[in-house]
């Protein structure tokens, strides 16, 4: 079993993020800010490939998400599970195409705030 993942790395030249389309690994090889954090609590490429969100991984892959402290992406209520708010709004954040509000540095300040929150450090390298 994973360690809880306190902390993960996210790499701007394989970043995928704006309006180009959401999946937590592209066939080109870029993660969404989710990809990597899902990459550092050891879900396989191979579910993450063309994944758009953690809500569409199988069962056995949440499960492992959740056991290396991912749990706060999702939500239970009494009929089923679901993504929280912290997976919507980093949803919201990556992939937002306004250019005025989400150039450079403010994407990356409001996504790592979302993930602090949440007991998690995210370093941004390249």
Known sequence: MTDKVTS????????HRGSDGASLLTDQ??????GFFAKACEVSDSEQLNT???????A???????????DFLFMQDEYCERQSKATDDLVFE????????YYGSV???R???IFAGNGVT???IN
Do not use: H, M, Y
């Not at 090889?29 to 989710?34: P, S």
């Not at 990556?94 to 509000?101: E, H, P, R």
């Open 8 to 15: 993960f790395v996210i790499d701007r030249l394989t970043w």
């Open 29 to 34: 090889g870029k993660r969404c800010c989710l």
């Open 52 to 58: 758009a969100d953690p809500g569409e991984l199988n």
């Open 60 to 70: 056995a892959s949440k499960k492992t998400l959740r056991d290396a402290g991912g």
């Open 94 to 101: 990556n992939d937002s195409s306004d250019v005025d509000a």
């Open 107 to 109: 994407r990356e300040q």
């Open 111 to 113: 996504i790592t705030r």
């Open 122 to 124: 995210v370093i941004f």
